[in-house]
């Protein structure tokens, strides 16, 4: 019984969250409030440009109150992560993937839509190659590196990309370091800007993958 109420109360949080978020319901005007609660008719489309904040209400106003995270989960989502917290994230996952092929697969082939039904990374899962998003002269500097090749439609290797600018953020001339990335904290949200879904699409593929988070590193970003 307590482990129920529990669920109602994340599904009482998720209604705030996107209330506070939005300035709107997530279940419409008041006249058609309580059908659509009861019938799971949720619209949220006005999170569509924060993956991060759309996969967490999302979750916590499911139908099905199995399906929604516990407040342990609520409070560890990315949503609530610093940039540096992000990009260790990102780093640790990229290390995770390191000669292992396998698990590289499932971050290209695995579509966790956003709010309008389109996969969130879509440079990499409708065919479409990330290099295209770079700026051309950061593109250049990364393509002089003859001992780091980037296959550019690969989820894994937009995290090695992004793993060597930060580990390698000081060797780069002056008006990418300090023009275009700003510092090193700032090459997350370049990477932001350019790829909104990919720290989200990252998260979501491990989350449904607990054997890959369930020890070491990455455990402590589920709760585990």
């Not at 998260?203 to 054997?211: A, D, G, K, N, W």
């Amino acid at each position: 019984e307590e482990k129920k109420t529990n669920k109602v109360d994340i599904f009482s949080l998720g209604v705030v969250y996107y209330l506070f978020l939005t300035s709107e319901h997530p279940f419409g005007n008041p006249i058609m409030r309580l059908v659509n609660i009861h019938q799971g008719k949720k619209d949220l489309k006005a999170l569509r440009v924060a993956p991060e904040a759309w996969l967490l209400v999302d979750r916590m106003l499911s139908p099905n109150p199995t399906d929604r995270p516990s407040i342990r989960e609520v409070l560890q989502h990315p949503l609530f992560w610093s940039e540096e917290h992000s990009s260790q994230f990102l780093e640790d996952v990229d290390r995770l993937l390191y000669g292992q092929r396998g698990v590289s697969k499932l971050f290209n082939y695995s579509r966790f839509p956003d709010s309008e039904g389109q996969p969130f990374i879509r440079a990499v899962t409708e065919g479409y190659r990330w290099d295209v998003l770079l700026d051309p002269l950061l593109l250049r500097e990364l393509n002089k590196n003859q001992y780091a090749t980037y296959d550019h439609t690969s989820v894994s290797h937009l995290l090695r990309c992004f793993r060597n600018l930060r580990q390698h953020y000081m060797e780069y001339p002056p008006h990418i370091k300090d023009d275009l990335l700003s510092a090193p904290k700032g090459i997350y949200t370049y990477f932001a800007g350019i790829v909104p879904g990919l720290l989200m699409q990252v998260y979501e593929v491990l989350r449904s993958h607990p054997e890959l988070t369930s020890q070491g590193k990455l455990a402590s970003y589920f709760g585990s």
